[in-house]
């Protein structure tokens, strides 16, 4: 079978926190790796589809927040494949830096509160640092690009299937709450991001490019008119 497929990892109920694979021809990428001690969840997914961490030959992280590099260390060590970052993370993800945490609304405030973002994890240096804005993924057997879509966090990416999925990460959120439990297809900034203009300026960005579907890290996924419209209101607020 020649078609790349997405899958997504559950690492919370309700949708509430996933990572993602991207499997062609019994190969793997791994986006995101979920909160520390997430190991098992990825591998019961592996195994789903007839995998083993040695299926995997690249390990993406759309942002260095906890709940989506915390068990990327872990996941570097059982699978042998290289992580790719983007330099904009680098700090939060290898020196241990407090993410920059702006609320969007009353339960970013309340989040915050419980520093459950600001935990530490294992921190690491990835073996691909990207400094620029686009990484062809030709080179590890999957047809798409990495592409530096700043905003929720400086470095943070999306990964651009030639098809027009995107793993968008916390670019977007949909749902109640931090994401997922219900109204899905409702998008909705994340609990926080760093800078509001430089979402928006990347979510039209992927629109641009072609963007037909997005996975997120919360809730999802949305169709790309679900994310027309939230950004034309968006630009009215
Ligand atoms: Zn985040
Ligand atoms: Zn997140």
């Known amino acids: 079978?020649?078609?790349?497929?997405?899958?997504?990892?559950?690492?919370?109920?309700?949708?509430?926190?996933?990572?993602?694979?991207i499997i062609r021809k019994q190969r793997a990428i791994l986006i995101d790796t979920g909160l520390p001690n997430s190991a098992n969840r990825i591998?019961?997914?592996?195994?789903?589809?007839?995998?083993?961490?040695?299926?995997?030959?690249?390990?993406i992280l759309t942002h260095g927040h906890i709940d989506h590099v915390g068990s990327a260390h872990h996941a570097r060590v059982l699978?042998?494949?290289?992580i790719v970052a983007h330099a904009g993370d680098v700090p939060y993800i290898q020196d241990g830096k407090r993410p920059m945490l702006n609320p969007t609304g009353t339960f970013g405030k309340f989040f915050i509160k419980t520093r459950a973002i600001e935990q530490p994890f294992k921190y690491f240096q990835p073996d691909i640092t990207m400094i620029d804005n686009e990484l062809s993924l030709e080179d590890f057997g999957f047809r798409g690009r990495i592409?530096?879509?700043p905003g929720h966090t400086p470095g943070s990416l999306s990964v651009f299937l030639d098809d027009g999925e995107v793993v968008a990460g916390d670019l977007v959120a949909s749902g109640i709450?931090?994401?997922?439990?219900?109204?899905?297809?409702?998008?909705?900034?994340?609990?926080?991001?760093?800078?509001?203009?430089?979402?928006?300026?990347?979510?039209?960005?992927?629109?641009?490019?072609?963007?037909?579907?997005?996975?997120?890290?919360?809730?999802?996924?949305?169709?790309?008119?679900?994310?027309?419209t939230f950004l034309r209101k968006q630009h009215r607020a």
């Open 1 to 21: 079978m020649d078609k790349q497929v997405i899958v997504p990892i559950s690492m919370l109920p309700f949708g509430m926190l996933n990572a993602y694979l």
């Open 43 to 59: 591998e019961k997914v592996l195994k789903k589809a007839g995998l083993e961490w040695l299926h995997i030959d690249l390990i």
């Open 79 to 82: 699978s042998s494949a290289p």
């Open 147 to 149: 592409l530096h879509t």
């Open 177 to 228: 709450l931090l994401g997922g439990i219900m109204l899905k297809d409702r998008p909705k900034p994340p609990p926080f991001e760093e800078d509001r203009q430089a979402v928006l300026t990347s979510l039209k960005f992927l629109l641009n490019e072609g963007a037909k579907k997005f996975y997120l890290g919360h809730g999802g996924p949305l169709s790309a008119e679900h994310v027309d």
